[in-house]
T-cell receptor, first 115, second 113 residues
Framework: EPEVTQTPSHQVTQMGQEVILRCVPISNHLYFYWYRQILGQKVEFLVSFYNNEISEKSEIFDDQFSVERPDGSNFTLKIRSTKLEDSAMYFC?????????????FGPGTRLTVL | QKEVEQNSGPLSVPEGAIASLNCTYSDRGSQSFFWYRQYSGKSPELIMFIYSNGDKEDGRFTAQLNKASQYVSLLIRDSQPSDSATYLCAVNFLNQAGTALIFGKGTTLSVSS
């Protein structure tokens, strides 16, 4: 069964460093998303992406965040200058819009630890 | 501010019983509703979704939606210990392509054998 994959599974970085989290969405899906989950808290939407443009973004997705689809398969989230509070699980998701269904399928996540 | 509320639990049921999980949401115009299951340290796994008022059944799971009351629930019949997880309610307020799911904090279910 097709699935969303993410790399790395765990990333440790120093505060102020840049990180890039990578995702490979399900191959025929057209819409891509990033969510995060701080330990013990709820899953929070960051951004959605379609046709090489951001469709929607939350207040969390400020100027230190960016997304890109550098090729036909990968979807990346870049955090330019990490802060301690960026420590969280980051989930990539994808969906195939078919006129009413917006089922989003999640990848296994990348645990980001900022020291 | 669009909100999704769930009782955090834990909800404890014996094996074989029916587990009932509830969720309320703030926006009457919300369009689609999703239930995800999340095991500790894992990602959300889609169980089922519902768009229309009434019940929708999928195996041991039944989702119930009442838009007038802004209420959605998930029933798990014949609960198994493997159902022990956190259940997340998510709402797509706009039901447009590429738009956000807003999640509740989740209800932790514990099924004892």
């Amino acid at each position: 069964e097709p699935e969303v994959t993410q790399t790395p599974s765990h990333q440790v970085t120093q505060m102020g460093q840049e990180v890039i989290l990578r995702c490979v969405p399900i191959s025929n899906h057209l819409y891509f998303y990033w969510y995060r989950q701080i330990l013990g808290q709820k899953v929070e939407f960051l951004v959605s992406f379609y046709n090489n443009e951001i469709s929607e973004k939350s207040e969390i997705f400020d100027d230190q965040f960016s997304v890109e689809r550098p090729d036909g398969s990968n979807f990346t989230l870049k955090i330019r200058s990490t802060k301690l509070e960026d420590s969280a699980m980051y989930f990539c998701a994808s969906s195939f819009w078919s006129g009413g269904d917006n089922e989003q399928f999640f990848g296994p996540g990348t645990r980001l630890t900022v020291l | 501010q669009k909100e999704v509320e769930q009782n955090s639990g834990p909800l404890s049921v014996p094996e074989g019983a029916i587990a009932s999980l509830n969720c309320t949401y703030s926006d009457r115009g919300s369009q689609s509703f999703f239930w995800y299951r999340q095991y500790s340290g894992k990602s959300p796994e889609l169980i089922m979704f519902i768009y229309s008022n009434g019940d929708k059944e999928d195996g041991r799971f039944t989702a119930q939606l009442n838009k007038a009351s802004q209420y959605v629930s998930l029933l798990i019949r014949d609960s198994q210990p493997s159902d022990s997880a956190t259940y997340l309610c998510a709402v797509n307020f706009l039901n447009q392509a590429g738009t956000a799911l807003i999640f509740g904090k989740g209800t932790t279910l514990s099924v004892s054998s």
